[in-house]
C-alpha cells in the first residue's frame, strides 16, 4: 500500500496557478497590484505554471526508494558496516555544507540525503550496542512518515483529531501497565529528561501552587532526594526551575547500584534539621550505567511516611512491564506520584517517544502548566474540549510522538512486545555467560537488566597482580579498542568509568534480531580488536 501512495499521482494536483486563484477568489485582490502597497511585485512570479515547479513528486519517490535500499535493507545487514568513520574536519570538507543564494537541483538534492545515509551510524544494525536506544521498527518508521507528511500538532483536537484519540489510548494502556487501575493523567513529550523536569515541577507546585504566579518567592527552601546512580536530567531540572543543584540530595546506592532506603531516611532527616523542606523522591528503574533497579516499594514507604512525591525515571526499565517474567523489576512502582517512560528505547518506537505518566485525577497537570492561550483553547468550542490537551505542556506545538507507538502496538500485539523484552533479557543472560567463560574477560557484576558490564584484559596484562598500576593500565584498553571498532566499522560498543572503577565496557542489548552468532562475534572481535594492547 505505502508503494502505490508513493507512485500514484493526484487526480487534481495542486499548482500554484490553482494556490493564486483561489487566493484571489477570497481576497478580491487585483490582477494587477502595481501602485497599491504590494512593492515586491516586480520581483515575485505570481502566476507561475506547473512546469516552473521542481519535480517534487519524483524527488520524494526516489527519495523513498534510496531509504528502502540504504537504510531499510542494506544498512541493517550484518555484513555492512556500522558507521564510515571519519573525523569532524575530514567529514566537512566530504560533505557539501554550506547553504547557497540559489537552489540546487533535485538530483544533487538527493545526494545529501545518499550522502546523509552513508556517514550516520547505523543503529539497525545487529552490531550496533551503543546507546539505550536501537533502530528501526517498520511499523514504527511508518508512523513517523505518516506523521511528518501530514504535521498535525497537538495542542487542540481541531488540528490533530487523530492524534489526540490515539495519546489518550495509548496513555491510558500505559497506565494500566503501571498498575493505576482507576487511571489518572499523561503527555507526550521531547524525551525522558523532559519527563523527569515535570515531576519535578508537578511536585513542587502541588507542594506549593502559588509559586506558579508568585515564582521562587513564594517558596521555602525545596529539597528533593535522588539515587548517585540516577539520570544528570534530574540535576539540570533542578537547576532549571531553580530549584538549585545543592539542593539535589544525593542518596548513596548499594553495590548494585541501587537507592539505600535507609540512606534515604537519614537524608530526609539531614534537611530537615537544616530548615529545608523535603518535597520530592526520584527513583530510577534502569538506571542509565548498570541498568539497576530501585527499591520502589521500600522508598514509596518512606515517602508516604513524610509526605513526599515519588517520581520513578522509568525511562529505560519501563518495558519491563510488558513482561510477565520481569515486571517484578518495578514492584511497587504503581505507588507513584509519577512515572516517566521511554518507548523508544526498549520497545523500539523510533526517536523520540516519551511518556510522562501521573497518577492524579483532578487536573493537577493542567493547573501546573496552563496559560490559557484564547487562541486556542476557546471555551465555547462546539466540541469536547476535554480533547485539548495542549494546555497540560509547556511547549505550544507538539509532535504527534505517541502514534509510532500505536501504530507498531497495533501491527504487533502486546504479546510480541513482551517477547521482545523477554528475548533481550534472555541474550544478555547468554553474554553474561560467555563473558565468564572466557579468558581476559571479567564482568563488573551480575546484570540485573541487559546492561552487561564487562573489563577485557589484554594477554599482556593476563600475569600481572592487580594493584593500582594494573587497574590504571585497563582504564586505557576500553577507549583503544573503541576507537578501533569505529575506524573499522565492526560494531559499536560504549565505554565509560564508574566511580573509582577504570573504563569498562557497557553492552546493551535490545534488538529482537539479534542473537547467540551476534554475541560470540562481540566478544570475539574485542579480544581481536585489542589482543596487542
Known sequence: MLSNRLTTKAAAPLTMDRCMTGLKEKTNMPAS???????????????????????????????????MDEVVRKAGHVSGKVCEWRSPEDLTKLLDLELSEAGEAPAQTLQHCRDAIHYSVKTNHPHFFNQLYVGLDHYAMVGSFVTDA????????????????????????????IGWVEGGDGIFNPGGSMSNMYAMNLARFQRFPEVKEQGLSACPRLVLFTS???????????????????????????QRG???????????????????VP???????????????????????????????????ACWGGAALLSSKHRHLLKGVHRAHSVAWNPHKMLMAGQQCSAFLVRDKTGLLKRCHSACASYLFQEDKFYDISCDTGDKSIQCGRKADAFRLWLMWKALGTRELERRVDH??????????????????????????????????????????????????????????????????????????????????????????????????????????????
Not at 501602485?35 to 526516489?62: A, M
Not at 501530514?150 to 494500566?176: D, G, R, W
Not at 537507592?259 to 530537615?272: C, Y
Request: charged share 25%; hydrophobic share 40%.
Open 150 to 177: 501530514t504535521q498535525p500538532s497537538l495542542y487542540t483536537y481541531e488540528m490533530a483529531p487523530v492524534h489526540c484519540l490515539i495519546e489518550k489510548v495509548v496513555l491510558e494502556k500505559m497506565m494500566e501497565m
Open 33 to 67: 497590484t502595481k501602485g497599491n502597497g504590494w512593492s515586491h511585485v516586480d520581483t515575485v512570479q505570481l502566476n507561475s505554471s506547473k512546469e516552473d515547479l521542481p519535480e517534487t513528486d519524483s524527488f520524494v519517490q526516489q527519495a523513498m526508494t534510496l531509504i
Open 424 to 533: 533481550s533479557l534472555e541474550m544478555a543472560r547468554y553474554l553474561t555467560e560467555g563473558i565468564k567463560k572466557r579468558d581476559g574477560f571479567r564482568l563488573l557484576m551480575e546484570p540485573e537488566y541487559t546492561n552487561v558490564c564487562f573489563w577485557y584484559i589484554p594477554p599482556s596484562l593476563r600475569k600481572i597482580p592487580e594493584s593500582p598500576e594494573f587497574w590504571q593500565k585497563v582504564e586505557a584498553v576500553a577507549p583503544k579498542i573503541k576507537e578501533r571498532m569505529m575506524k573499522t566499522g565492526s560494531m559499536m560498543v560504549g565505554y565509560q568509568s564508574h566511580g573509582v572503577k577504570p573504563n569498562f565496557f557497557r553492552m546493551i542489548i535490545i534488538s529482537p534480531w539479534v542473537g547467540t552468532k551476534d554475541m560470540d562475534f562481540v566478544l570475539d572481535e574485542i579480544h581481536r580488536l585489542g589482543a596487542d594492547l
Open 279 to 313: 518535597f520530592m523522591v526520584n527513583a530510577t528503574a534502569g538506571t542509565t550505567v548498570l541498568g539497576s533497579f530501585d527499591p520502589v516499594e521500600e522508598l514509596a514507604d518512606i515517602c508516604e511516611e513524610h509526605n513526599l512525591w515519588l517520581h520513578v525515571d
Open 228 to 254: 548517585e546512580e540516577c539520570h544528570y536530567s534530574v540535576a539540570k531540572a533542578a537547576a532549571f526551575l531553580g530549584i538549585g543543584t545543592k539542593n539535589v540530595y544525593v542518596v548513596p546506592a548499594d
Open 258 to 276: 541501587k537507592m539505600i532506603p535507609k540512606e534515604l531516611e537519614k537524608q530526609i532527616r539531614t534537611a530537615i534539621s537544616e530548615g529545608a
